[in-house]
């Protein structure tokens, strides 16, 4: 069954936190109109939440069949792997400036630019691996901008769980939270990591907070053969809450 395809926009967007201009990635639905109220997805490791995930065809479907509410995707891409680490890892020189871009300089420009929901319920963020720990860190310093992160399969490590362990408001965040089964050995830029370990003890902390929590181990591994098909729940869930258990 085909589905009437949105639209893209290509942004630059000049950032003085970064110091550097980035070209966002913007998908709007097929029936886009200001007339209409929007929540927001922001992607990190936008261009491939885009180009592997298909993040937009997913939405094309998802809306076409009035499954999930009316809602934009931001994508913001990264240069190259180095300037990824830098953003997205909790001890990358650009990781404090890349949360302050997203609270301060992105999120007033789009609720300037686009018919947005102005609320932290009405603004989510997600990333895969590294990328999911700098949406989750965004959101734990910024819950009442950020109120809803998906994560898929994050780099957690103790500052990551530290950051989550002093969060006194768990009531301000819902989270989706998948991890595969075989990421016991992820080859990354330094020695391989088991992701499996500390993302169950990240689930754990989050079970015990009571944040609005969805959470499941998939059969897979630390690649986009599991992602991308798992985003098409992610969106559900994200946009229609009652998946959230609390």
């Known amino acids: 069954m085909e589905f009437p395809i949105g639209k893209m926009e290509e942004i630059p967007f000049q ?7 980035l070209s966002l990635l913007a998908y709007l639905p097929a029936n886009y109109s200001p007339l209409y109220k929007y929540s927001l997805l922001i992607a990190q490791d936008g261009r491939d939440y885009f180009q592997l995930g298909r993040i937009g065809r997913i939405a094309d479907e998802l809306l076409g069949k009035n499954e999930i509410e009316k809602v934009l995707i931001i994508g913001v891409p990264y240069h190259s ?3 990824r680490r830098q953003k997205y890892h909790p001890q990358g020189e650009k990781h404090h400036a890349y949360i302050r871009f997203l609270a301060h300089e992105l999120i007033p420009y789009l609720d300037e630019r686009y018919p947005t929901y102005q609320m932290g319920m009405g ?4 990333g895969d691996s590294l990328a999911a720990t700098a949406s989750l860190l965004a959101a734990i310093q910024y819950p009442h901008t950020f109120g809803k992160v998906l994560l898929q399969s994050p780099y957690v490590n103790e500052e990551v769980l530290l950051a989550v362990k002093n969060f006194h408001t768990p009531e301000l965040l819902n989270i989706y939270h998948t991890v595969g089964e075989r990421e016991t050995v992820v ?4 020695p391989d990591k088991d992701f499996l370990t500390p993302n169950r003890e990240l689930s754990r902390i989050f079970k015990e907070k009571g944040f609005g929590y969805f959470y499941e181990e998939f059969s897979g591994d ?11 729940r992610a969106m559900k869930t994200c946009f229609l809450d009652e998946c959230f258990s609390i």
Do not use: C, F, I, M
């Open 81 to 83: 792997v180095e300037d």
């Open 15 to 21: 950032s003085k936190e970064l110091g550097e201009e």
């Open 222 to 232: 630390h690649t986009w053969t599991y992602w991308q098909p798992n985003l098409k």
């Open 187 to 190: 080859r990354t830029s330094s």
């Open 123 to 126: 603004r989510a963020l997600v």
